[in-house]
Nanobody, 119 residues
Framework: QVQLVESGGGLVQAGGSLRLSCAAS????????MGWYRQAPGKQRELVAA???????YYADSVRGRFTISRDNAKNTAYLQMNRLKPEDTAVYYC?????????????WGQGTQVTVSS
């Protein structure tokens, strides 16, 4: 089993930046992909970004060029650097991990962290 704990959410003005962290514990050696999803009120959960241990990555069109996903294997932590934030980025952000090299990771989930972007 793998446990994921997110941190770094908060309130920021439009145009600002935040960095989300996702710390993995437990059997983290089994993880080969990590990603970030978000869910805004009244909307479906959507994949924002993902990265595999092989170096492949995915970004949603809405965040490409503004968000960067990275992973520090030594710290068992994944990050989502979010720049030039917009009010429409407001959502609960969830970290996910997968044992497969899967750009839609879904084996394990964090509890979520709120990101609110004010206009």
């Amino acid at each position: 089993q793998v446990q994921l704990v997110e941190s770094g959410g908060g309130l920021v003005q439009a145009g600002g930046s935040l960095r989300l962290s996702c710390a993995a514990s437990g059997n983290y050696f089994s993880i080969n992909a990590m990603g970030w999803y978000r869910q805004a009120p009244g909307k479906q959960r959507e994949l924002v970004a993902a990265v595999t241990s092989g170096g492949n990555s995915y970004y949603a069109d809405s965040v490409r060029g503004r968000f960067t996903i990275s992973r520090d294997n030594a710290k068992n932590t994944a990050y989502l650097q979010m720049n030039r934030l917009k009010p429409e980025d407001t959502a609960v952000y969830y970290c996910a991990a997968d044992e497969l090299y899967n750009l839609t990771p879904s084996d394990y989930w964090g509890q979520g962290t709120q990101v609110t972007v004010s206009s």
